[in-house]
Structures are given as structure tokens and as C-alpha cells.
């Protein structure tokens, strides 16, 4: 690889994970901003105009307090436990392609940090591993209630992975790789993925929410009925830190969904619009940049959907949830890809 | 590529002893998963990302999630008294870790090491689309026959997580 690829790579990869932080913390006022609306309340307006600065006055104050460890915690443990919960959500977006290829100068620049083969699979690794720092967490704090909330919280998302791999294979039956690239530029123009796949993305969307730990699946941390959960004994900015990687994995989830499901940055008339350009180095350029800002319309659509879900939906019961994941959802996707594989097989005999 | 591959092994070995050195089983299992991740990275550089990538989701991402369910319900390594092992226990580990140390010089003494022919390697075998085919075409019996015993482990599992007192078994 060459010295400016290299160059180029990092200062990408430094400006996805600054969008992603920076969508994060603002997804914390937005969060506040529709709970208002939907409650016909006015939300955070003191810090700025319109409360913008409120995220920031947040962070202040979450940095300034007192950074407490209980006495008989496991020290180490207890300050790796939020690090591991914020690295890996912050690693899972590498694979993400945020938009097509743009031509600067004769050279062509991918918008993705790293291609490889094996995309979606790198993605559900990286999700599987987030278990970690809520267990480790909530084992470190050295409180029985940390310990069932971490246990709690580690059951529920392995018990959805299943389901989430499940329907995830569906997909890939029909792409035929595993490159989420691919998978992208399969789905030209209105040629989306949810046209063929309505059933896995619903069993994707539910298994999303509650990898994510969102309403109705936040039993991990429902502070009402329960004890807060993992992050009981956590202060200060460790626990801002798990709050953060939770919305960084909505982020995630958002961006994942959008290029499974969503055509990624493909919009309709796409093709018209570069035909209709007479230069084609300029016609690429600008498909790409409208399709960079389609792929995170989709995305920030996504994250208002969870939050709106949040506000409607009342939260589930475990038992109800451990019901829902392994005897409904799991015989669901596994009917999604036998259905699948029969469409497959019937296309090829009738074409 | 060479430094990198001696300092992943190194790693590697030094994740592998703190493994078994860590007096705490929860620092074990940490150090077990980054063996995973170190063993992962070797796959990488031999140009094996699918084995790579299930590694991780597999062992790492859920073997291991078991094992520290197992560990942190036990609450094992916190009473002192567990972590005292006798003499009499020592000196049994030390002669049987000894005679296996002399077996393994005796039969890796005159073992060959196989070399590797630069010039008709195919450096795409690990791909996912390789392995794949392989697996289905040439080692197709052997990796139905894996997946049935799968199978047969699962719904054993569930049948002996199942046994309660005046229930009945299937």
C-alpha cells in the first residue's frame, strides 16, 4: 500500500470515529428532545440555543465528579469493564461502507475504512464480543445486584445473536458474500434488500433492539422494577462511558440495518442522475456525495425510530423475552431461510 | 511480516502462561479470550480471515462467555483457602509435567518438519469462497456427519438441563 492510501485510510478512519462519537453524544439531546415531544413536554432548552450545548454540559459534569470504586472491587476490572464496552462499539463501524467510490485527482477514493471478504462476519463477531464489558463490569463491582443485572444483560444478548445470525444468513443466500461492499452494490438503485427480505429484517430489527439493550428489550438496566443492573456501582464518567457505547452500538445497529436491508447509499433514479451528467468523473463524484448523505438520512432515520419505539413500547417481562427470542424468533428466521433457499431454487427453474 | 508473526507468538505464549499463572480464574479467562484474539491475528497474517473471524465468534464470543457465566456464578478464587494447594500436590504436578516435557522432546526429536513450495502455493486457499467449496464438495460427508453430532450434543443438552425430580425423561 502507499504512503498517501495509508495517510488517506487514517484521516478516514479518524473522521468516522469522530462522526460516530459526535452522533452520540447527540443522540443523547435528540433522545431527550423527541421524549418531550412525544410527552408534550419541551425537553432540555437551558444550555445554548434550543439546549444544544446540553450534551456537552452532560460530559462536563459526568468528568467532574468524584470517579468512585467501591472498596472490595476487582480494580482493575472495574475500570476495563466500561474501556471494553466503549472499544468495541467504536470498532464495528471499520466495516461500514458510508458511501461509494470517489475520483479526486484520477485517484479512486472508497468511502470504507477497510474491505474484506468476510464484512458481515467481522460485524457479528464484534457484536458478540460486547458481551464482555457488561459482564466483566458487572462482575468486577463486586455486588450481588451488579452480578444478576450483568448476567441478566449477558443472556439476553446471547439469546438474540441466534436469532440476528439467523436471519443474517438469509441474507447472504441471496447476496452470496459476505463482503458488505457487495452486499451494497447489489442493491442498485431501488433494488433494496427488504423487498425480498421483509421477515429477516423484522427478526434483524427486534434482534437489534435488544443487542442494543433498547426499550422494550432494557431489562439490563430497567432502574424502575429492578436494580439498575450491571452498572449499578458505577459513577462518574465510567458510567457515562457505558451509556455512551450503548448509543455508538444504536449508531451501529442503524448503519448495519441501512446496508443490509436499505440499499446502504443507494438511492432510486441514481443511475438517471449519473446518465444525466455529461462529465462522468463528475457524475460519479456527485452520485457519491448524494449517496453518502441518503446512507445517513437512513441512518439517523433508524436511530429516530429507536428512540420513538422507546416512548410507545412498554418494557417486556424476562421471562416474556427469553419466550420471544428462542421460541418464536429463532423458528422464524430458520423458516425465513428455508423460505429463502426455496425461492432461490424455484427463480432458477421458472428463469 | 516476520517481526509481526514474533511478536503475535510471543504474545500469544505470554497470554498462554498468564492463562495458567493468573491466581484469579475471572483474570484467566480474560487472558484465555486474548489468546483467542492473538491466535485469531496468526490466522490473519497465514491469510485465513473466515477461520480468523469464526475463531473470534466461536471461542471468544461465545465459549468463553460460558465459561465466565460458569466462573462468576461458582464465585471461585475468592476464599484464600481455595487457592493453597498442598506439597504433595505440587511435587505430583511438577513429575507429571516433567515426564510429559521428556515425551514430547522424544517425539519431536526426529520429527519432520514439512516445507512448503513457494511457487505453486495459493495464497486464496483460506478464502471464504475456497473453504466453502472445499467443504462442500470434497469433505461433504465428514461435515454433515460433524453436524449431525452437533445435533445430538444439543438435544442431549437439553434433555439432561431438562431431567427435574418426578419429571419424566423424553
Redesign the interface.
Known amino acids: 500500500m502507499e504512503s498517501v492510501d495509508l495517510i488517506y485510510k487514517a484521516i478516514y478512519i479518524l473522521v468516522i470515529f469522530g462522526i460516530t462519537l459526535l452522533i452520540a453524544t447527540y443522540s443523547t439531546y435528540f433522545e431527550r428532545k423527541i421524549a418531550a415531544f412525544i410527552q408534550d413536554r419541551v425537553g432540555p432548552n437551558r444550555a445554548g440555543p434550543a439546549g444544544l450545548l446540553q450534551p456537552l454540559a452532560d460530559a462536563g459534569k459526568l468528568f467532574f465528579k468524584e470517579d468512585f470504586i467501591p472498596t472490595k472491587a476487582n480494580k482493575a476490572l472495574f475500570i476495563i469493564g466500561p474501556g471494553i464496552a466503549m472499544l468495541v462499539a467504536t470498532m464495528s463501524s471499520a466495516v461500514i461502507p458510508f458511501g461509494d467510490m470517489l475520483i479526486v485527482g484520477g485517484r479512486e477514493i472508497w468511502l470504507q475504512a477497510i474491505e474484506v471478504n468476510i464484512g458481515v462476519l467481522y460485524v457479528f463477531g464484534v457484536v458478540s464480543l460486547g458481551v464482555y464489558g457488561l459482564m466483566i463490569g458487572g462482575w468486577a463491582s463486586n455486588n450481588k445486584f451488579s452480578l444478576l443485572g450483568a448476567i441478566r444483560a449477558a443472556s439476553q444478548n446471547i439469546s438474540y445473536e441466534l436469532a440476528m445470525g439467523l436471519s443474517l444468513i438469509a441474507v447472504l443466500m441471496m447476496t452470496g458474500s459476505l463482503s458488505l461492499r457487495e452486499i451494497a452494490e447489489q442493491q442498485q438503485g431501488f433494488n433494496w434488500n427488504i423487498w425480498y427480505q421483509p421477515l429477516g429484517f423484522l427478526i434483524f430489527l427486534v434482534c437489534a433492539f435488544a443487542e442494543c439493550n433498547r426499550t422494550p428489550f432494557d431489562l439490563p438496566e430497567s432502574e424502575a422494577e429492578l436494580i439498575g443492573g450491571y452498572h449499578t456501582e458505577y459513577g462518574s464518567m465510567k458510567l457515562g462511558m457505558y451509556l455512551f457505547a450503548e448509543y455508538i452500538n444504536i449508531f451501529v445497529a442503524s448503519a448495519v440495518m441501512s446496508t443490509l436491508y436499505f440499499g446502504a447509499y443507494n438511492f432510486p433514479f441514481m443511475e438517471n442522475l449519473r446518465a444525466a451528467i455529461s462529465d462522468p468523473v463528475l457524475a460519479n463524484n456527485v452520485v457519491t456525495i448524494l449517496g453518502v448523505i441518503v446512507m445517513f438520512a437512513k441512518i439517523f432515520a433508524f436511530i429516530f425510530f429507536f428512540m420513538w419505539v422507546r416512548w410507545t413500547l412498554p418494557r417486556f417481562r424476562y421471562d416474556q423475552l427469553m419466550k420471544l427470542g428462542w421460541q418464536i424468533l429463532i423458528p422464524l428466521a430458520i423458516l425465513n431461510v428455508v423460505l429463502t433457499g426455496g425461492a432461490i431454487l424455484l427463480k432458477d427453474y421458472l428463469f | 511480516m516476520e517481526n509481526l508473526f514474533y511478536f503475535l507468538a510471543s504474545l500469544t505464549l505470554l497470554c498462554a502462561l498468564m492463562v495458567v499463572i493468573s491466581k484469579?480464574p475471572?483474570?484467566s479467562i480474560?487472558f484465555l479470550?486474548i489468546t483467542f484474539f492473538t491466535i485469531s491475528g496468526h490466522y490473519i497474517l497465514l491469510n485465513a480471515?473466515?477461520l480468523?473471524?469464526?475463531n473470534?465468534?466461536v471461542y471468544?464470543?461465545?465459549i468463553m462467555?460460558l465459561f465466565?457465566?460458569v466462573i462468576?456464578?461458582l464465585n471461585m478464587g475468592k476464599n484464600e483457602r481455595d487457592l493453597k494447594t498442598s506439597a504433595l500436590t505440587k511435587i505430583t504436578g511438577t513429575i507429571a509435567g516433567g515426564l510429559l516435557f521428556v515425551v514430547m522432546i522424544a517425539a519431536l526429536k526426529d520429527a519432520h518438519v514439512g516445507t512448503y513450495d513457494a511457487e505453486n502455493f495459493n495464497s486464496q486457499i483460506g478464502?471464504?469462497?475456497n473453504l466453502g467449496k472445499v467443504l462442500y464438495t470434497k469433505y461433504l460427508l465428514p461435515f454433515e456427519l460433524a453436524s449431525v453430532l452437533f445435533l445430538v450434543a444439543m438435544v442431549g443438552a437439553v434433555m439432561l438441563g431438562k431431567k427435574e425430580t418426578g419429571e419424566r425423561h423424553f
Request: net charge negative; proline share 0%.
Open positions: 484469579n475471572v483474570h480474560i479470550v480471515q473466515f480468523a473471524a469464526v473470534i465468534i471468544a464470543g461465545a462467555v465466565l457465566f462468576m456464578f478464502m471464504v469462497e
